[in-house]
């Protein structure tokens, strides 16, 4: 498939996406959501892809869904073409590690995108905010669910309320859970990229289920959580990453994981 929204290449085992609708501050369009999920997608059954980074410009990660898009469509529209479910979710389905490296604006889509990402790494430009309620709607891609979450509820409340007049600033969102870690903006993609290098090196089963279990923790009680690591914890007994990882440690020496 030819992108035209997206650029995506392919450094050693990393796969990076760099939203591309600079005029637009990378809106996010229907064709670039599609454009998107298909490639999400195929990198996450390409056995020679380990981890994938999303990014936008220095300007914007990207600020929020493309109004101009939205603007003509009816309840029937946006319900019977289920709209946002259908191409916005494979980022969230992904079963490969999945970095955003958010510069500039992450706004209404582009904050929810982003949260979408296992985790995020900010630029000190980043600045996050969910606006919908200036539009007359309200976050749809998550926004109300996952940002509580993150950050908790006071400040995701009055993110959610007070719309385009509370964003926040990478320092923030660093001290809120919202991003990991905040890098200046000329060393963010070099440092995700390094980062996701790491990651790639690991056991890609093992690496799922780690990120499997993590997800889980927002979707179960602590006891059915606990248990479901514990299934998991177990099962990662049967690879051969575990024997060689376990016989490395003991050899002191760097692990060769076989991906079995």
């Known amino acids: 498939m030819e992108y035209k ?47 994938l980074v999303l990014t936008g410009s220095s300007k ?31 980022v969230s389905r992904c079963r490969k590690p999945i970095i955003a490296a958010v510069a500039g604006y992450a706004l209404g889509g582009g904050c929810e995108l982003a949260m979408m990402c296992d985790f995020i790494l900010a630029g000190e430009s980043a600045k996050f905010g969910q606006p919908e309620i200036n539009l007359g709607v309200i976050p749809g891609a998550g926004g109300t669910q996952r940002l509580p979450r993150f950050v908790g509820k006071s400040k995701a409340m009055e993110m959610v309320l007070l719309g385009q007049d509370r964003l926040m600033s990478a320092t923030e969102a660093e001290r809120s859970g919202l991003v990991s870690r905040v890098i200046s903006d000329e060393k963010l ?72």
């Not at 914007?60 to 029937?76: L, P, Q």
């Not at 990120?211 to 051969?240: C, D, I, P, W």
Request: charged fraction near 30%.
């Open 5 to 51: 929204n997206i650029k995506v290449v392919i450094k050693d085992s990393v796969g990076l996406i760099t939203l591309n609708r600079p005029k637009a501050l990378n809106a996010l369009s229907p064709e670039l959501m599609s454009e998107l999920s298909h490639c999400v997608e195929t990198l996450d059954s390409d056995s020679k892809i380990g981890c």
């Open 60 to 90: 914007a990660f990207a600020a929020g869904a493309d109004i101009k898009e939205m603007r003509g469509k009816s309840y029937m529209d946006v319900y019977k073409s289920d709209f946002i479910t259908k191409d916005w979710e494979a």
């Open 189 to 260: 993609i070099e440092e995700a990229l390094r980062t996701a290098g790491k990651i790639c090196k690991l056991s890609m089963p093992i690496l799922m289920m780690a990120k499997e279990s993590v997800k889980r923790a927002y979707e179960v009680n602590m006891v059915e959580g606990v248990r479901f690591e514990r299934r998991l914890f177990h099962s990662t007994f049967s690879t051969q990453d575990k024997e060689e990882g376990m016989a490395a440690f003991v050899e002191k020496r760097p692990p060769n994981f076989k991906d079995k």
